[in-house]
C-alpha cells in the first residue's frame, strides 16, 4: 500500500515541466546539467586552448528554466548578461557508468535552450576560484523552447545551430563542431552523477556569445531540433 502523502508545513513548489511539441503531456524536469567550452570555437574567444580536455559540468536549479515566447527580465547585480545557444538533451532513462554505446538509449529527445550568464560575475569567479552560480544559476536564466521527442527526430549530430539578436546573426555554429558529442557527455556525466528520467542536459554554446540589452528580442535555432524566442526586458 502506498504511504499516504505526508503533511506539509508550507506549501510544497510545484512540479518543473517543459512542454513537448505537438502533445498536451509535458517532460517534468529532475535536473539541469550544462557542459562548459564545448565548441573548440568557443573555448578559444573565451581564452582557453581548444584541446579536447575532459568535459566539465555546472548546474542550473529546474526552477531556473523559463518558457519559449516568456519575457527575459534583465537579472539584478550584472551589466554583463551573455546569450548562450545551446543544444538541450532530455533525458528518458539515467544510471550511473552509462556506456557510451547504450548512452543515446537513455535520450526522450531534443530542445532548443539558452544558458544566459551573468558574464561579469562570471569572470570575477574564475579570477577567484569560487563557484559559479551566480552567474549561471539565476532566475529565468534558462529560456526553453519546447521538447522534441527523439522517436520523432531521431538523434541529432549535425544541423544548424543560430542565434540572432533582432535579426542579426551573433553566434552561428554546427552540432557537429561539439567537442564532446551528446553520448560522450551522457557517459561522462554518469560517472560523476547518478542520471535519471527528467534530467536536462545543455551541451555548451558555439561561438559568438555576447551581451544582451533590455528590449532585444533573442531567436535561436536549431536545424530539425525547433526554435526559441524570448525578449529582454
Ligand atoms: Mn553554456
Known sequence: MKDPAPELVIPAP???????????????????????????????????DPDRDPPFFF????????????????PPMTGDVHHEIELM????????????ERARDCVWGYGVGIDMTRR???????????????????EHSAPCGPIIPAAEIGHPDEGAIWLKVDGAMRQEGDLAQLIWKVPEVIAELSRLFELRAGDIIMTGTPAGVGPVQRGEVLEGNIDGVGTLTTRVV
Not at 517532460?27 to 557542459?35: A, I, K
Not at 538533451?89 to 557510451?100: F, N, Q, T, W
Request: proline fraction near 9%; include cysteine.
Open 14 to 48: 510545484g512540479p518543473v515541466t517543459l512542454p513537448v511539441a505537438g502533445a498536451t503531456a509535458r517532460f517534468p524536469v529532475h535536473r539541469v546539467y550544462c557542459v562548459g567550452r564545448n565548441y573548440a570555437a568557443h573555448a578559444v574567444e573565451m581564452g582557453h
Open 59 to 74: 548546474q542550473k536549479n529546474p526552477s531556473n528554466l523559463a518558457s519559449d515566447g516568456a519575457d527575459f527580465p534583465y
Open 89 to 100: 538533451v532530455a533525458l528518458g532513462a539515467g544510471g550511473s557508468d552509462i556506456p557510451v
Open 120 to 138: 561579469d560575475l562570471q569572470a570575477e569567479a574564475k579570477k577567484l576560484g569560487r563557484p559559479w552560480e551566480s552567474a549561471k544559476a539565476f
